[in-house]
């Protein structure tokens, strides 16, 4: 189902196009996330004003909401960026950062599931199971649960909301209704790197822009996150040069290199 | 009019002095902008509540504007750090990124031109032509017109406002009233870099600091960015590498490289 | 007092546990801070509302207050995370970056020492020196005290609240009642790279997650930071490579570096 054509066709299409992703996000992530959309070839563009986000999300191709670092001015213009993805019909990317950390987490990343009507939720297994668990439990940012154990929550949320749940982990699970696919590409030294995850969110963003079905979206995304990262880790000596050889990674990725390290499932 | 032994000299003046210069600028490109302003031999700081950015500024030698992540609390800060630096006598730079995407921008910029008084505005063509024309076009903080296209616009404002206009492109134009200079430094590397446009704001608050020839600070920054990008982009091998390099330039650059280098034309 | 085994023994205890450190923390500094903590195998997380602070530090085995980018909210944030890390009894490590630059710094980090019960504060001699002269006088963000001129406010500050006073310089002053530790390590390109003096502090929390004896937990962290500093110069060709050698050099640090580079004086 997921085929390097289909991938680079994707790359391609974000290359020339260049389209323009609008991220609500957190302030940690902000400069990494917008240089990682930019190396794959979208415009990134941040915004938050609630007098502006409308407008901004008006001009852009999909959206992107990181609950990463909140406070109440960003829930509201979150809601209402939404609110214009969904009159403009452009995809939004939901990512839950921490969901299960704090009250105030989980309960704006269950209500942006339910009122903000995202076509992809990305994050670990963590946050996906607080989406639906009674009570999660999550160690600051990082993933406890792998993956696997966040299947059923992830299916149980694509059903009720008719998106795809992207859960990251050592090896990535794509789900949307009956299908899964897994995407088993990454190095273990991208965990080491800050926001690696809210780069898994934006460039799914930017996948979403040029791809309407959000499986393979959300897919052709984790598969890129990881193909870079194996490059990356080539080069790198540390978390410090990995983060840099990952942004370069991203620019000169070629069909051979996917073609060559592609390592997906479906079922 | 531009000369090696000039922007030399200001760079010296840099070095030496460590002008601290007040930035109250977006979240996205604030670590990189410190960073280039440490690297070039400035002092950085960024402030922007209310109830210090007063006294800040008061302390400073220059201070930059950049709404590049804008919202309500940020702008009342903007006006009144920009009256601080007025009664101090010291260069305001104002960088109207996105100006023209959103109401929100085109009317701070505006109001930021208008009341803020300005010596100099660095933006790129679609913001400058944003701040004088009736409805912008801007795709996000891209531009989409050349630098040329917005020599009439800097034109206009800098005649009606006394500052000197520099657009940044593939060939920088720098204006101030009749006079027009023109950098061709630089390189195809830099828009994949998030904020290089922001971080040329930064260094040419660094060079107003110690150059009172608003037309002449403008011009050799610009220079400066692109021979340290064409310095860069020698040992790159992706965006990630070349903002590394980027700082690396900034701060081994002598006069002979720009000597070597310099690519300039005035008229 | 100060040996390589202790030193080594946090790591290896910080590495094994990846305590969670709560960063309650300036915009610059986000990314570099969260990089350097998960390069040393702590787990960082930011997180600034004051509807969550208090559930994140219940979570976390310290927390880390920086006062760089200083706004009402985030005060408040301040004191409430404060709060709950004393109920918690896990230790308080406060920056108080640019104190003496303007009231607003200066008389909120007084107000952080005396009512925030921090465990160590770690900062420059211009930054220390304010939180007890009538009227300190600090340059920005920079130091123009070395590290020496401001032991006497650390010891009357250690006295007077019982906490370890941690003054950064070419050679760090750690102080606690009557015990002084020096650590000579570092490198000149240190001050090159912004929020390097934040990382020391985010690292201070690190190391006070795993070891009870503030006065030590401190000493480790600059030990550390310097020694990391000097393996990244000897790899760096300015400062955007040596921060990213840098965090590297946290990741790769093993017994053996510590051994061969430590310089540390007790008194």
């Known amino acids: 189902m997921i085929t390097v054509g289909d991938i680079w066709r994707d790359i391609v299409k974000i290359r020339t196009g260049a389209p323009l992703i609008h991220n609500i996000t957190n302030y940690v992530v ?32 999909a959206l992107v909401l990181n609950i990463g670092t909140l406070s109440e001015p960003w829930i509201e213009a979150m809601f ?6 969904r009159r403009k019909k452009i995809p939004v990317v939901l990512d839950p950062v921490g969901a299960g950390a704090t009250g105030l987490r989980t309960e704006t990343a269950r209500r942006l599931v339910a009122e903000g ?27 406890r649960h792998a993956a696997e154990a966040a299947l059923e929550a992830a299916r149980e949320i694509s059903r009720a909301r008719g998106c795809a749940v992207s859960i990251s982990g050592p090896v990535d699970v794509i789900v949307k209704g009956g299908d899964v696919i897994r995407v088993a590409n990454g190095h273990p030294m991208m965990p080491r790197v800050t ?12 996948f979403a822009a040029v791809n309407p079905v959000p499986l393979r979206a959300a897919a052709h995304a984790m598969a890129v996150m990881g193909i870079a990262g194996e490059m990356a880790a080539e080069k790198a000596s540390g978390p410090g040069s990995f983060q840099m050889r990952f942004l370069d990674a991203l620019f000169v990725l070629d069909e051979d290199a996917i073609a060559s390290r592609l390592r997906v499932e479906s079922a």
Not at 40 to 59: F, K
Not at 195 to 206: D, N, V, Y
């Open 30 to 61: 902000m400069n990494t996330t917008a240089n990682a959309l930019l190396s794959i070839g979208a415009s990134p563009v941040m915004a938050h004003a609630v007098d502006e986000v409308e407008e901004m999300t008006g001009l852009a191709s």
């Open 80 to 85: 209402k960026a939404a609110g214009a993805a």
């Open 117 to 143: 009507c995202p076509s992809i939720i990305r994050g670990n297994g963590s946050e996906i199971l607080a989406l639906v668990e009674a009570k999660g439990e999550t160690k600051g940012v990082d993933s």
């Open 195 to 206: 926001g690696l995850g809210c780069t898994a969110t934006a460039l799914t963003g930017a």
